[in-house]
């Protein structure tokens, strides 16, 4: 296979969930430029409308689709509707999350004054979200033999985290572990499942709070790299990880961190 071929993703069926901004975006971007029909998911209708609506204008094969990846049964729905629509599912990125606020360096996510309904409301998106997605892949995946499921954790999960609240990392950590776990089922079955940890990245989680001067500033002390990433800065892994480049590669969580979890 040359080169071009192992990156080469035209005649590939991608699903993207948390789509309409930030990495799922950057994600899209990058399967639609190496040719993938390209599926937009997101909660947010309005902010997925406005760029489903961009993107079509320059890549006619990217489509949306509304959906909350913590309703199980509309996952479920959802990549039916793909599967027989586009005659199969090629690979899926299951990258919807929320931030669950800041850690216990402030008053408000120390133990004490841990929110119950709140833990809950995160776990529900992030993991149990992420198993729904993924068992939903699997699904399809598995009589096919063949597929890529990408999930999105993040460093956070990989040891503790100060600045990121308790739910947050408890979740990033739980899907590490899940990925490992559907890694080793899948195998045998050329399902390749493997998970991006990003370091801080200027996206709109946690109301944009990345994108400020000040976190920047923070950031500089805590980063090798001594910068936030751009979202064009996932484009690298996502593709390889969607592509035949790949194709040694499961049950790995990759962080892309500027060096952070080197330390
Ligand atoms: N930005 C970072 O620094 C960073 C670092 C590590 C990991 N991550 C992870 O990257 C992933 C993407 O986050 P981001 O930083 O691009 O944030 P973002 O807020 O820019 O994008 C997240 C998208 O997910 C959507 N979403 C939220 N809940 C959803 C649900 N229930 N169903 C479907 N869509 C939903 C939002 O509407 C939004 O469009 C998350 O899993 C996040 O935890 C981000």
């Known amino acids: 296979m040359s080169l071009a071929e192992l990156f080469d ?113 995160v776990l529900r998106i992030n993991l149990d979200g992420v198993m729904a997605t993924v068992r939903a892949a699997a699904r399809h995946m598995k009589p096919r033999r063949a597929g890529r499921i990408v999930v999105t954790s993040s460093i956070a999960g990989m040891r503790a985290e100060p600045l990121s609240g308790y739910a947050y990392v408890t979740s990033k950590a739980a899907v590490n572990n899940l990925v490992r776990q559907a890694a080793m089922e899948l195998a045998p079955y050329n399902v390749l499942v493997n998970a991006i940890a990003p370091g801080p990245f200027a996206t709109g989680i946690n109301g944009g709070r990345l994108r400020l001067p000040e976190s920047a500033e923070r950031m500089r002390t805590h980063i090798p790299l001594g910068r936030i990433a751009d979202t064009s800065e996932i484009k690298g892994l996502a593709l390889l990880l969607a592509s035949s480049a790949s194709s040694y590669m499961t049950g790995a969580i990759i962080p892309v961190d500027g060096g952070a979890s080197a330390r």
């Open 9 to 121: 993703l035209r005649e590939r069926t991608v699903l993207v969930t948390g789509a309409a901004s930030g990495l799922g975006l950057a994600v899209a971007e990058t399967m639609l430029e190496a040719g993938a029909c390209t599926v937009l998911a997101d909660a947010d209708e309005v902010a997925l409308a406005g760029e489903v609506e961009r993107l079509r204008a320059l890549h006619p094969l990217a489509e949306g689709l509304v959906l909350d990846v913590s309703h199980a049964d509309a996952v479920d729905a959802a990549v039916d509707g793909i599967v027989v629509r586009h005659g199969g599912l090629d690979c899926v990125f299951a990258n919807a999350g929320i931030s669950a606020g800041r850690g216990f360096v402030v008053e408000a996510g120390q133990l004490e004054n841990i929110d119950l309904a709140h833990w809950s409301h």
